[in-house]
């Protein structure tokens, strides 16, 4: 370091070649006055004679200690001077800041990103400095990598990968791409603002992801979100299939299902691939209440190109719930059908869902063809209640009138029970009479000849237990159990033991019990698989795990922890996705949360309307229902209906005072005529 000591004095002076020479003529002049002249701290003095534009720089420097007079001479550029100076001076001042407390300051220019990118937009326009061009179509548009590659993966990748583009001064991305829409892109790269509309968004957003410009297609695709309908939305599933925009993708399914009947009369439908076209006619949510309607648009799929796509017949006959089919239509329009009669494996298909057709008919048994099997919301509704908690009637919810009418009286009436259904049938199991006794019995109600009958009886009685259909199968879960008789042997501990019960064998067997005993879970079935939510566990306390049991492997595993402790909850399965809600905190009451069965991850959704304990709730369609429970003194009157696409609740009607719900299930709906 150079310390500059008191007292010094540092002159520079500038000299040209064609001076030095003049210096050297005979009456020679001295040069003109400086023309730059400052004074520096502690005495210094520095003086620069320009008298051309160009020259050598003569330095006249006192030494760099105090007890030295010498004086050295460099030649330096100003630049140079200015720098070597500016090192010595800097570091100087560093040692002095050193010896004291550092105050900071810390500068920041809100407006300074947008000044900058508003000078490089000048820039470009100037065509300043710019070191490649794009071209789409017939349009030109000068850039800087720099710029390009700041904001998009594509062009850093494109420019700094070792490759020709790497180093060409031109790409040309030929008719890939409309000018229009490059000209949106690079107006954002050096702006950060671009107007969408609904004449730019779907273009932009296809620019966008092969471009990677990943915020302007997440912006497309939340403005193509807010602005679905019917009229569009089966164009907008193929899109946000094409570039994985997800939530886009699951907005257009959910309406593209409910609103079946329209769009399976477009153009887009007929236009859909082959794929896609199968996924949507088979899938379980897809809102018709008549199957004809499927059947009919399958037809028109395969007509629509009829010499390429005659080959899939078979395949989108299997989208159809054939059995579901009036049975005079069955057989006397479809089973005549010249292009099924054509194809031996759809003509097979055709008999085995006649004879479906008329094993339901003859309530011969249980029908588990897929042919057979209704869509969601082909379900009807029911809700067992009474005027206390003691439940002794079942109830028909009539989604379009928006009733609830009574149905039946149930023969033995019970409370903490678990209700379950298969097919078109309920199962009652377990729960408590009017003498406090905790029972085995299973009771059946037939909702096709609205009748009930008795099953065989559980291996343990239970009462606060869970019940789920899996595979055709009635499993139940947990709960308490009797004081004597039966395993365990006090009514306060919660059971690990699960039940299986095959409907057509009519008999149970104990299949792997629980990680943890408890009562009072929400347990529902998904993706082959039963899993059990919160609930009380053998030490009286909240358990904040799920439980899941394979039955392939007869085991139970823990995958993942509740939000929250939880007992007294409801849960129902849209899809791949099972939704919890209510409970018997302030906090859980009023909350719902939806539970991936693939990732096993939570996400909080909408609140409820009130707050909830003890409620029920069921899918039906593509909508979550739920009813009953109480908190404090306060009985919840509503059904409410939750809408996945729109996160939100509704209430549908108000509960009869006089009815209690203490379950809720959806069954098979069959229309045999």
Known sequence: MCVIPKFQTTQISVYSEGWKKQQQQPGFAPPPQPIIQRNFGNNQRRVVTLPERRGIVAVSEGACSSDTADTSELLLSPKEDSMKMSVCVHENRKSRAS??????????????ADSVLMHLNSLRQQRLFTDVLLHAGSRSFPCHRAVLAACSRYFEAMFSGGLRESTASEVDFRESIHPEVLELLLDYAYSSRVVINEENAESLLEAGDMLEFQDIRDACAEFLERNLHPSNCL??????DAHQCTKLS???????????????????????PTDMAVQLLSHEELE???ERLVYEAALNWINYDLEKRHCHLPELLRTVRLALLPAIFLMENVSTEELINSQPKSKELVDEAIRCKLKILQNDGVVNSPCARPRKTSHALFLLGGQTFMCDKLYLVDQKAKEIIP????????KEFSACAIGCKVYITGGRGSENGVSKDVWVYDTVHEEWSKAAPMLIARFGHGSAELKHCLYVVGGHTAATGCLPASPSVS???VEQFDPVANKWTMVAPLREG??????????LKLFAFGGTSVTHDKLPKVQCYDPQENRWSVPASCPQPWRYTAAAVLGNQIFVMGGDTEFSACSAYKFSSESYQWTKVGDVTAKRMSCQAVASGNKLYVVGGYFGTQRCKTLDCYDPTLDSWNSITTVPYSLIPTAFVSTWKHLPA
């Open 99 to 112: 010896t004291g407390s550092m105050n900071i300051y810390l500068f920041h220019k809100s407006s300074y």
């Open 235 to 240: 164009g907008m599933l193929l899109l946000s």
């Open 250 to 272: 699951e907005l257009s399914w959910g309406m593209c299902l409910s609103n079946f009947p329209a769009i399976c009369k477009t153009d887009d439908f007929l236009q859909l």
């Open 288 to 290: 018709t209440e008549d």
């Open 407 to 414: 149905k039946a009286d149930i023969p033995s009436p019970r």
């Open 495 to 497: 059971l690990k033991q």
């Open 518 to 527: 408890v009562s009072n879970a929400a347990v529902v079935s998904v993706k």
